[in-house]
């Protein structure tokens, strides 16, 4: 009986506590007032929870009696936390404002030097950055062309059709008007442009940055097209130590490590990596589309806090290949005679850093590289080669203020190439001091209007002094809606080493000139609108539309004069026009991309318009992904280029390629498996690669891809 009692006692007491109850809100945009869809609203430490409807209600049941916090979450605000007493005094819904915020998307972007969220940028800038990156790193684990073909407005064109030597096209534009920097650093111009996309590993990479148009004011000659910016991976208090091992049906070996770990006052990282190919011919014409090389890389760096506000860093890039590709049978030692293409790299390169913090708004960074590029090109009678060696130092102060950052600087770049075994009246041999100084201002002028104005100054050792103004605003009259618009000038020191000496291996390229020439100069704008919504509790949608201008004057042009090759400048330009689109459409695990690129280039020389030569002027990208977060990916891909102008007068033909990746993931490891070109689209299948004989071939431009079906495949592992 007592224990009857007892148990009656405590359910009376108890009963409160397992009582339910409901709770109603509406979840809006605290600027719009616009219900969001898909937001989520959880009760802490239980796995209660719902999301909003079309209308932006939300409705939580069986929440228990007591003090309960609920957490309102969604994609681009801040989260909220709120307490309510059950039971609720009211059953009527309650509002939840919510503010913009970066929680989903704290991508920072450097390349604009302001270090802000991407979403908060007047600037357009791309990241590629987290998975995206790794899943792209995948494909091609030995070089990061695929990483950087498959994003619209951007073509890598390749200049050898044996050799596999490659360049980046932006918006159609040559090589030479792109930079591409390693942490804001300069390190793959001049001579080292025709290798450097083959010769930078993925693996060591936090973000991919890339600007499209005029960059000049930010980083100074060359970047008329754009920039691409590498940024490494720094240590973090956790360590990190990643394996990667890849093999390919071409009987291609990747192998790859990357070690960080921050200690209490110095912290490190390392990468390094092996890549070996074997010479490969699908056509079976005789001639290498994969040429044989060998690569090995080594990238120490250390880090010093030397204070709570203060980091030090300095590192070490070293870079050894030797890559031939032609005739088969010399490739693979069975003959000593027959075309070939061998090239011999030596890279080091230096890379410091000094960062100090002031106070949360005022900071001053030091940076300093030095590279040491030697190169050398043999084919049958003849021999290129020579060393780049160049510096960038720069000095920059940042300071944020309420609604407003400045940034100022002052910058010294040197460049100088010595070439081998020639008279000094043969030599292409340059010498080029830079000194710059810059200022840029970020001024979030209302809640709807950000403009960021930048002024550069160059003097150039050659060429003389450069003005370089840009302007870029953003404009948000809605959560769901962007747009930007921006423009600036830029300019280029002129140096033989362009796609078209790069195709000719610089054989009879006559020296520039400098003295009756001028740089390059160009003016460019874009203007850019990016609309995202969610469709539903599960689906979201959103696109992006970007148009585009730039005009070059003063081109320089490789032209024929009789038995050798010399730059001229024709009266007129270069411009190129034209979108790119990109959406995006997520439905609960599937995510589907597709981006258009037109890109209509066209030269302008002594009143005469013609097609510039190698560029797709219609493209499309196609991605259809099947993710289960941390345990399974599979992509679908498919890629479009319309047929291009080639420099003979022909017409290349238009073709798609396909591919499909998968990744089984588990805690510590990961499986993939990459079927790239399924269906086998290359340029010896339906169109030609050389003309004349196979000993003595004169090679066409490579418009296509030559190595056609190849599968890749490997294993990742985290430790």
């Given amino acids: 009986m007592k224990r009857i009692i007892l148990s009656l006692l405590t359910i009376l007491m108890t009963s409160p506590l397992w009582a339910q109850n409901n709770f109603k809100a509406y979840i809006k945009d605290s600027e719009s007032g616009e219900p969001l869809i898909g937001a989520t609203a959880l009760v802490q430490g239980t796995n209660i929870g719902a999301t909003t409807d079309l209308n932006g209600l939300v409705e939580i049941n069986n929440i228990p009696n007591g003090q309960q916090t609920i957490e309102f979450r969604y994609i681009g605000y801040e989260a909220q936390r709120k307490t309510y007493s059950f039971p609720l005094s009211s059953e009527t819904p309650i509002e939840i404002l919510m503010e913009h915020g970066h929680e989903m998307e704290e991508v920072i972007i450097t390349a604009t030097r302001s270090s802000r969220f991407i979403d908060d940028i007047p600037t357009r800038v791309e990241a590629i950055s987290g998975e995206e990156l790794a899943e792209k790193g995948n494909m091609k684990p030995g070089d990061i062309r695929m990483l ?17 030597n490659s360049s980046i096209r932006i918006q159609g534009l040559d090589g030479k008007y792109t930079q591409i920097l390693r942490d804001g650093m300069p390190l793959y111009s001049g001579f ?17 940055e890339v600007i499209k148009g005029a960059s000049s004011t930010l980083y100074g000659g060359g970047a008329i097209a754009g920039l691409v910016n590498l940024v490494s991976k720094a240590p973090t208090e956790d360590k990190e130590l990643n394996l990667m091992f890849n093999g390919t049906s071409a009987l291609g070996l990747d192998a790859s490590a990357f070690y960080a770990q921050k200690f209490k006052k110095v912290g490190t990282t390392v990468f390094a990596s092996y890549n070996h190919g074997t010479p490969y011919d699908p056509a079976d014409i005789g001639l290498t589309a994969i040429p044989k090389f060998e690569r090995y890389t080594l990238n120490p760096k250390l880090y010093v806090y030397l204070n709570e506000n203060t980091t030090f860093n300095v590192g070490l890039n070293t870079m050894f290949e030797n890559r031939v590709g032609g005739d088969m049978d010399y490739v693979e030692g069975k003959s000593s005679t027959g075309h070939f293409e061998e090239n011999s790299t030596t890279r080091f390169s230096t890379q410091a850093g000094l960062d100090h913090q002031f106070d949360n708004n005022r900071k001053l960074t030091f940076r300093n590289s030095v590279s040491y590029y030697d190169r050398g090109i043999k084919i049958p009678s003849y021999e290129f080669s020579g060393v780049q060696l160049s510096s960038f130092s720069e000095l920059a102060y940042n300071q944020r203020g309420e609604r407003s950052e400045w940034v100022a600087g002052l910058n010294v770049w040197t460049d100088q190439f010595t070439q081998d075994n020639v008279t000094p009246a043969q030599a292409v041999d340059y010498s080029y001091n830079t000194f710059g100084a810059f200022v840029q201002n970020t001024w979030n002028a209302s809640d709807l209007l950000t403009l960021e104005t930048g002024m550069r100054g160059d003097y150039q050792s050659e060429y003389g002094f450069f003005a370089l103004p840009r302007i870029s605003a953003m404009f948000k009259p809605h959560p769901k809606f962007t747009a930007r618009v921006g423009g600036g000038l830029g300019y280029k020191a002129s140096t033989v080493f362009t796609e078209d000496a790069e195709r000719v291996q610089f054989q009879n390229v006559l020296p520039i000139n400098t003295n009756n020439t001028e740089a390059e100069k160009s003016i460019g704008g874009n203007l850019d ?26 081109p320089l042009i490789l032209t024929p004069t009789g038995s050798a090759y010399e730059y001229q400048q024709p009266p007129g330009n270069i411009d190129t026009k034209g979108i790119e689109t990109n959406l995006k459409l997520t439905y609960n695990d599937f995510k589907l991309f597709i981006g258009y690129t037109l890109a209509d280039v066209n030269t302008h020389y002594n009143g005469n318009t013609t097609t510039f030569p190698l560029v797709a002027k219609h493209r499309l990208n196609n991605v259809l992904m099947y993710e289960v977060e941390e345990k399974l990916k599979i992509g679908l891909e498919g890629y479009y280029f319309s047929e291009q ?3 003979d007068g022909a017409t290349g033909k238009s073709y798609w390629i396909f591919g499909l990746m998968t990744e089984k993931l588990w805690e510590n490891f990961s499986l993939f498996l990459n079927f790239e070109n399924f269906l086998d689209a290359r340029q010896t299948r339906f169109d030609t690669i050389y003309t004349g004989s196979i000993t003595n071939p004169t090679f066409r431009d490579i418009y296509a891809p030559v190595d056609g079906f190849v599968m890749n495949g490997g294993i990742k592992i985290k430790l």
């Fill in 529 to 554: 609108f990016d609309y995202k919504t969610p469709l539903s509790d599960n689906m979201t949608f959103s696109i992006n539309t970007l148009f585009f201008y730039t005009q070059i004057d003063n």
């Fill in 645 to 647: 102008q080639l420099n």
């Fill in 192 to 208: 080292s442009g025709g290798l450097s996309l083959l010769q930078i590993v993925p693996l060591d990479l936090q973000q991919v």
């Fill in 148 to 164: 950087l073909n498959e994003s619209t407005g951007i073509q890598t064109q390749q200049t050898s059709a044996t050799s596999y």
